[in-house]
């Protein structure tokens, strides 16, 4: 990125341009040109598109660094760097989840296999890996002499959902119900009888903070996270959990729950 932004500059200055005069030509403001100059923001392909065609004799570079950049930018996408800063930080995650069990209290195996299904063929197996090991290296903050306190609430059909085969979600079960049991970290299930809940509405995790600092919130969406600040938001969010929590089982019921769909739907 920061070599694309210095191709920018070179490119612009040479033709003689300044940063609104080319903004106004890619569609763009001047002020993003000059950010993506000094690599404070990241271009978007349809910003390198438009550098490509008002700089048709770079034979379309900006587009080859864009995809040169994101298949390097590591085993996390940019929109989720944030979060997982803001995850090293917090005293506290509250997260619901109705499809999955959360990246914190994933198996190995279990989070490859649901890599493997989002990648659709597209990454290779060390790639694969890496995204693996990202994720699980994420879970050391439980395992630090102070951790966060970890408040995970799950829908019951998480539990019955087949991800890779029925060796693995025994597995996996049976390390959610083992991580339960910790201290600092609380696990409870909402039963299948509740019905129509508020959570069907999608995933959430709130982090909160010992230093003052404001909660915040990631969503999930079918496209790409988001890491919202806003405070009306962030206690909305706040409120949904507490009711969820509410139409929850108690934390050892959850337990027995976990182990019971671990036994008799995942046991040969």
């Known amino acids: 990125m920061a070599f694309f932004g210095a ?5 612009r200055v040479a033709a003689g341009m300044s940063q609104d005069q080319l903004g106004r030509a890619l569609s ?11 690599c404070e923001r990241a271009p978007t392909p349809k910003f390198a598109e438009g550098c490509d065609r008002v700089f ?6 900006f587009t080859r660094l864009i995809g040169l950049a994101r298949r390097w930018e590591g085993p996390h996408p940019q929109w989720f760097r944030d979060w997982v800063q803001a995850e090293q930080q917090a005293s506290s995650l509250r ?8 990246g914190l209290l994933q198996t190995v195996d279990y989070a490859r296999e649901l890599f493997r299904a989002w990648q659709s063929g597209s990454t290779n197996e060390d790639e694969l890996e890496e995204l693996v090991s990202a994720r699980i290296e994420r879970q050391a903050i439980l395992d630090r002499p102070k951790p966060p306190e970890l408040w995970v609430v799950v829908d019951e059909a998480m539990l019955h959902r087949l991800v890779g085969s029925p060796k693995i979600m025994y597995n996996q079960l049976l390390h959610l119900a083992d991580a339960s049991c910790r201290p600092s970290i609380t696990v409870q299930v909402v039963p299948a009888e509740v ?4 959570g069907l509405l999608g995933a959430f995790i709130i982090a909160g903070f ?9 969503v999930e969406t079918a496209v790409e996270g988001q890491t919202i600040e806003k405070s009306t938001l962030v206690s909305k969010a706040a409120l ?3 009711r969820l929590r509410s139409e929850a089982l108690p934390r050892g019921a959850s337990r027995n729950l976990i182990g019971k769909v671990a036994e008799e739907r995942w046991t040969a």
């Open 210 to 218: 010992d230093d003052g600092a404001p909660s915040i919130v990631h």
């Open 240 to 242: 949904a959990f507490d």
């Open 195 to 198: 019905g129509a809940h508020t």
């Open 28 to 38: 763009f403001s001047g002020d993003l040109v000059g950010k993506i100059e000094t």
């Open 7 to 11: 191709e920018l500059r070179r490119a």
């Open 56 to 61: 048709p004799h770079f034979d379309g570079l």
């Open 95 to 102: 997260w619901w989840e109705p499809m999955l069990v959360p």
